[in-house]
């Protein structure tokens, strides 16, 4: 059974930092990656990173901000947030794909519950 189960939301102070992550189960997952949703808004993708960490891609708003790692021993992908913004908040999703290549929504098979991040201004 596929699963994603992710850890580390919460409330913070902006400029405040948060690190997340997400541990999968059931498969093997060329492409680990995040993506968060606000109120109101669509999905949006964060982060993603590959097998070997080799390649990292960021969305626009978070560049600079947050780095993407994973830890293949473990199933593990994190997320660091660093330089919170208020603009930050969203609940944000793991997902998981068998390959490597999409950063949209849709081309991810496997996703975590996702976990609410609020940040304060």
């Known amino acids: 059974q596929i699963r994603l189960v992710e850890s580390g939301g919460g409330l913070l102070q902006a400029g405040n930092s948060l690190r997340r992550s997400c541990v999968a189960s059931?498969?093997?997952?060329?492409?680990m990656g995040w993506f968060r949703q606000a109120p109101g808004k669509e999905r949006e993708f964060v982060a993603v990173?590959?097998?070997?960490?080799?390649?990292?891609y960021y969305g626009d708003s978070v560049k600079g901000r947050f780095t993407i790692s994973r830890d293949n021993a473990k199933n593990t992908v994190y997320l660091q947030m660093n330089a919170l913004k208020a603009e930050d908040t969203a609940v944000y999703y793991c997902a998981a794909d068998t390959q490597f290549g999409g950063i949209t929504a849709d081309h991810f098979q496997a996703w975590g519950q996702g976990t609410q991040v609020t940040v304060s201004s």
């Open positions: 059931g498969h093997t997952f060329r492409a």
């Open positions: 990173i590959n097998w070997d960490s080799s390649i990292t």
